[in-house]
């Protein structure tokens, strides 16, 4: 499993190898970088890692988990950065602006209300959640969710044992910007710290735009990775907030109230039993 991880690792640095600022060293003018040449073109065959095909009847057991991914920890900023964009290339955009350019350009063509892929909500169901215009003594103030208003991300994903391959995997299937109420910003005497899911992704459907957009490497600046990657690869620091279970797939918040500390130890719990369940596969 660790060989097939580094091959992994391996094949993500050489694919994103040919969009580390194309034809810098080529450019003729400030106006050619970025431009891929004919010969990078001709030979481009960059795209995300297609998953393999998953026959039910292998799955010998599977849990669907929602994790919060929390943007102020240290090791999640890469999914929060950047936030100016003004002073910085096209090609590096936070995960949330990767996320609207693909809705509005037409390339993430489905978004829903809840995770469960009910309901699907419109590009201009979308700006109502993220765009409030409030009129006041002859003024019109327009107030936007930007980056800066997203505080985190809810993960939905599946943990299951391949029976072929005999070991635990995580497929991520959605997710969802957190963000503020929009209809508060810029309110007097209001303070809503709370964060709400403002339209979930089916992920699928999203991986060629994550995979377009490259998240700044600090070890190596030539080695920029993609969303898709590091997503995929589970690089986020993530709390387990909700497990599918036979009360309606409760949160953990709604039967352990009022105690921060015992609602992260239940997490934990349910993060052991994960763990513990591709041991107990191989007990006999």
């Given at each position: 499993m660790?060989?097939q991880?580094?091959?992994?690792?391996?094949?993500?640095?050489a694919?994103?190898?040919?969009?580390?600022q194309?034809?810098?060293?080529?450019a003729?003018?400030?106006?050619?970088?970025?431009?891929?040449?004919q010969?990078?073109?001709g030979?481009?065959?960059d795209?995300?890692?297609?998953?393999?095909y998953?026959?039910?009847?292998d799955?010998?057991?599977?849990?669907v988990v929602?994790?919060?991914?929390d943007?102020?920890?240290?090791?999640?900023?890469?999914?929060?950065?950047p936030?100016?964009?003004?002073?910085?290339s096209?090609d590096?955009?936070?995960?949330?602006d990767?996320?609207?350019k693909?809705?509005?350009s037409?390339k993430i063509k489905?978004?829903?209300?809840?995770?469960?892929?009910?309901?699907?909500?419109?590009?201009?169901e979308?700006d109502t959640?993220l765009v409030?215009?409030?009129?006041e003594?002859?003024?019109t103030?327009?107030?936007?969710?930007?980056?800066?208003?997203v505080?985190g991300?809810?993960?939905?994903?599946?943990?299951?044992?391949?029976k072929?391959?005999?070991?635990?995997?995580?497929?991520?299937?959605?997710?969802?910007?957190?963000?503020?109420?929009?209809?508060?910003?810029?309110v007097?005497?209001?303070?809503?710290?709370?964060?709400?899911?403002?339209?979930?992704?089916?992920?699928p459907?999203a991986?060629?735009?994550?995979?377009?957009?490259?998240?700044?490497?600090?070890m190596?600046a030539a080695?920029?990775i993609s969303?898709d990657h590091?997503?995929n690869?589970?690089?986020?620091?993530?709390?387990?907030?909700?497990?599918?279970?036979?009360?309606?797939n409760?949160?953990?918040?709604?039967?352990v109230r009022?105690?921060?500390?015992?609602?992260?130890?239940?997490?934990?719990?349910?993060?052991e039993?994960?763990?513990n369940r591709e041991?107990?596969?191989w007990?006999?």
């Amino acid at each position: 499993m660790k060989k097939q991880f580094l091959t992994l690792i391996c094949i993500c640095f050489a694919v994103s190898l040919v969009n580390a600022q194309a034809n810098i060293l080529n450019a003729k003018s400030a106006n050619d970088i970025g431009k891929k040449s004919q010969q990078q073109i001709g030979a481009d065959n960059d795209g995300p890692i297609p998953y393999g095909y998953v026959d039910d009847r292998d799955i010998m057991w599977s849990k669907v988990v929602w994790e919060f991914v929390d943007l102020n920890q240290k090791i999640n900023l890469p999914y929060y950065f950047p936030i100016d964009t003004t002073n910085i290339s096209s090609d590096r955009r936070s995960l949330f602006d990767t996320l609207i350019k693909g809705i509005r350009s037409g390339k993430i063509k489905e978004a829903y209300t809840d995770s469960f892929f009910t309901t699907k909500i419109t590009q201009d169901e979308i700006d109502t959640r993220l765009v409030n215009i409030r009129e006041e003594n002859g003024y019109t103030d327009t107030f936007n969710i930007q980056t800066e208003d997203v505080g985190g991300y809810m993960l939905k994903g599946m943990w299951y044992f391949d029976k072929l391959q005999g070991e635990m995997k995580y497929r991520l299937l959605a997710l969802a910007p957190m963000g503020r109420d929009v209809q508060t910003l810029g309110v007097e005497g209001v303070e809503d710290e709370n964060l709400y899911e403002l339209f979930w992704i089916f992920f699928p459907n999203a991986r060629e735009v994550l995979h377009e957009s490259k998240v700044f490497n600090p070890m190596n600046a030539a080695h920029p990775i993609s969303y898709d990657h590091l997503l995929n690869a589970r690089r986020f620091s993530a709390v387990i907030v909700r497990e599918e279970n036979i009360y309606g797939n409760r949160a953990i918040s709604d039967y352990v109230r009022g105690n921060s500390l015992f609602q992260l130890l239940e997490a934990n719990k349910i993060k052991e039993e994960i763990r513990n369940r591709e041991i107990d596969m191989w007990n006999y």
